[in-house]
């Protein structure tokens, strides 16, 4: 039998007085028995000590949690905000697109396409060795220069290969490197090979402006780049209540040349075939709208060593280099002699074979007996010293004055970077022989674009209109701003224009220039052959050979000119003569663009036919292709237009002459 | 507070004293029982409370599901633009280089077997003869052949302003 022993119950703690229950009549509510208060006095105290040790435990756990939370929130507030906004918060810079460069028909030469660049972080980098061997045959790039970049310490940002096109891009992703990461960057992409380069220039790898318009425009074609910051979760998708800000790139305006693509390569070519013709070392040839000043065309070609095919330059030499042009410039002294009325229109001058001047002595190119010569006789067969004596008759003040009028001297409003301003001796510098060397051309050196300038005064009636290379602007927006038209002035009277303008038909018709002429047409021009300058000072290099350059300058169809080219060889070999070297390929030349313009011989206007096709203008321009814009569409014929000014210079004698 | 029957709280309330004549004419009054109150339970209030917050809960998740799908779908579009206007860049470049030329040069002499021509004659129409040749196309209409071909640079001043650069 089990003896239980049963422990009387514990009383209730008798925490608190409990009230005497009120004398109501209705019934208690807790049918609770009511413990008994009172208890043993040590066990209450053990038991409300525990309590105050776990509440001030727990209370101490909340203090330093509050203590820790005011730390973050108050005192390191902005670093733990810092740190946890690097986290997610994401800076994108949004590159600008550069600007593209247009002909004046709206056809690209210059443009930039997003490609990708391969780049890496060093530290994130598992295995440089397997990844070096991996990327090398992908990216062409050395092996051992992957490994160095993939090693580099301290870096967190190393170039692997920049600007890969989308298919390397692809292999690159398939590897699925650690480290290796892609970056999207634009590339220049000039489509047209090297059509226009020296023109339009080039970019250096981050898309900056070296050379050409790309560096003279690069202000206005380099954009304002933008930004998006926004918040992304780890897996770089955005957080959808994040933080969100857009400040969008600026693209950068688009240029719109007045170069021709068509006719720029033709020229190139016209110029390239010339060189091998004749065995020279390079050249130069400029098409332009002399009423307008817009220059259609820009070639310069180069042979390095002097054979083999030529190349485009890099350098636009018909801006940046001086040559003497030689008997081109008696075109110049003719007007300022006709405009100074040193001597009338009708003149005729009694010419020797030969004249001296100071210490030197100048002939003639071929010898002849003392002649009297017209004055278009002096300019059609080139006469050395009929313009001499002009020239002398001048004086070298007024000599020196017309030059810069036409433009000598100074750069042109181009301001093509690094363009020459030419070479002008200073009154004060002239020698004794300068009176003699200066009115035909040598010892004044200009550049092409000068020299062709120069010319266009003559076919615009004697007013000089600066040289134009941008037709128009295309903003962000896609709006065309079209420049302001060339500003022009006076620089010898109409009278004067159509007098020398006639006399230079004649040097195509039966002097210098008779290859230049072009078949149902009338050209004005005029032939240049100069010696080159050497090295050494003179005119001769160490083994005593002479070496030339051979300019012909014209315009077509000389009755209204709506036409001018120049056309330089340098340093031709098979024939030393601008009639033989330049002036067959300004025939070509100017024969090409007179139908690429659609420009109709003297007397004939054009029907409205179907034109050529023709890109439309990035701007809208319907009919670009027309570079005067003054044919207009009519079903008129109309009368040949003959020169409104009366011109009362003699024809020449028929006696064509080699040179210049 | 519970509803007391209003039956078992008539209170005797002092009546105003009132003429003897009007007495017979007091209107037949009856108190009238309040309408009855019903109250919700204290489970079913917690029920509803409960499911209320779980609804409301449920509605945000499902709205915060349909912003993230959103988002995404906002993301794959910025995305898919870039990629377009990447790829219409180098369209334009594969025009540009198709048009070069050069390049159709190459293709005509190499390809096609075309060579220069020896020489060009040129003629030089009689006045006659342009009269003629005018007068016979004078139902073409300078606007008509002035209109500028369908081709991607045409539409360029258009693509332009959309062509910003996108993450």
Known sequence: ?660 | MAVVPATRRSVAVPQPRRAPATRERRPQLRVVAEPRVRRLSLGAVTVLVVGGVFAVLFGLVVFHTVLLKNQQQLDHLDAQVTQEQAHYQQLRLQVAQLEAPQRILDVATTKLGMVPPAGTTYLTPAASAATSSAGASQGTSPSDTAAPSDDGASAWPQVKPYLGAAP
């Open chain 1, 1 to 660: 039998m089990t003896t239980t022993t049963t422990r009387p119950p514990r009383p209730a703690p008798n925490r608190r007085k409990i009230a005497p229950a009120p004398s109501r009549s209705v019934p208690a509510r807790s049918r609770r028995p009511v413990r008994p208060s009172g208890g043993h006095p040590r066990t209450g105290v053990r038991t409300r000590n525990r309590v105050v040790g776990v509440l001030a435990f727990v209370v101490l756990l909340f203090a330093i949690v509050v203590g820790r939370m005011a730390q973050l929130q108050l005192f390191d507030r902005q670093r733990y905000t810092a740190l946890g906004a690097s986290q997610r918060v994401r800076p994108v810079v949004l590159p600008a697109e550069r600007g593209s460069l247009f002909d004046r028909n709206g056809a690209d030469l210059a443009l930039s396409v997003p490609q990708h660049t391969v780049w890496a972080d060093p530290r994130l980098v598992s295995d440089p060795q397997r990844e070096a061997d991996a990327l090398a045959p992908v990216l062409s790039v050395d092996r051992d220069v992957l490994l160095r970049a993939l090693t580099t310490p301290n870096k967190q940002f190393v170039y692997l290969a920049r600007q890969v096109d989308d298919t390397t891009t692809q292999k690159v992703k398939d590897l699925k490197l650690d480290g290796v990461e892609l970056l999207d960057e634009s590339k220049r992409f000039n489509p047209s090979g090297d059509l226009a380069r020296s023109v339009l220039g080039s970019v250096n790898i981050d898309n900056v402006g070296r050379a050409g318009l790309e560096q003279q425009y690069d202000g206005t074609m380099t954009g304002t780049p933008g930004q998006l910051v926004l918040e992304q979760d780890p897996n770089g998708r955005t957080i959808a209540e994040g933080e969100h800000h857009l400040t969008p790139a600026q693209p950068g305006d688009d240029l719109v040349l007045t170069v021709d693509t068509a006719m720029q390569f033709e020229t190139e070519r016209a110029l390239s075939d010339q060189i091998v013709k004749m065995g020279a070392k390079g050249g130069m040839a400029i098409v332009s709208n002399p009423k307008t000043g817009e220059i259609l065309a820009i070639a310069n070609m180069d042979r390095p060593n002097g054979t083999g095919t030529p190349v485009a330059s890099t350098n636009n030499r018909a801006l940046t280099t001086v040559f003497e042009p030689g008997s081109a410039s008696k075109v110049i002294t003719m007007a300022a002699a006709l405009e100074e009325g040193v001597v009338p229109p009708d003149a005729t001058l009694t010419v020797p074979d030969h004249l001296k001047v100071a210490d030197a002595t100048f002939t003639d190119h071929d010898p002849h007996p003392t002649e009297t010569m017209s004055l278009t006789d002096i300019l059609a067969n080139s006469s050395n010293i009929g313009t001499i004596m002009l020239g002398q008759k001048l004086g070298a003040e007024r000599i020196d004055s017309y030059q810069r009028k036409f433009g000598f001297g100074q750069t042109t409003a181009l301001n093509f970077p690094n363009e020459s301003a030419g070479l002008m001796l200073p009154l004060k510098s002239w020698s004794g022989t300068s009176i003699g060397t200066i009115p035909i051309g040598q010892g004044v050196a200009v550049t092409a674009t000068q020299m062709l300038d120069a010319f266009n005064v003559i076919a615009n009636g004697g007013v000089y209109v600066d040289p134009k290379l941008v037709l128009a602007t295309v903003g962000k927006d896609g709006t065309r701003h079209p420049t302001p038209p060339s500003s022009s002035h006076r620089v010898v009277s109409t009278q004067t224009a159509a007098e020398v303008r006639d006399m230079m038909e004649q040097v195509v018709i039966s002097g210098t220039g008779t290859q230049a002429a072009i078949d149902g047409y009338t050209v004005a021009g005029k032939t240049g052959t100069a010696r080159k300058p050497q090295p050494n000072g003179g005119y001769q290099d160490a083994a005593g050979n002479y070496h030339y350059v051979t300019t012909f300058a014209g315009f077509v169809p000389a009755e209204d000119p709506q036409l001018s080219a120049i056309v330089v060889l340098d340093e031709p070999t098979a024939t030393i003569f601008a009639s033989g070297a330049s002036a067959p390929v300004f025939s070509r030349i100017a024969s090409y663009a007179l139908r690429r313009f659609h420009i109709p011989p003297p007397g004939i206007t054009l029907a409205p036919t179907v034109p050529a096709p023709t890109h439309p203008n990035p701007a809208g321009a319907t009919q670009a292709n027309d570079v005067t814009g003054t044919v207009p569409p009519t079903t008129s014929t109309t009368v040949p237009p003959k020169s409104t000014t009366t011109s009362t210079t003699t024809p020449p004698k028929s006696k064509k002459k080699p040179g210049g």
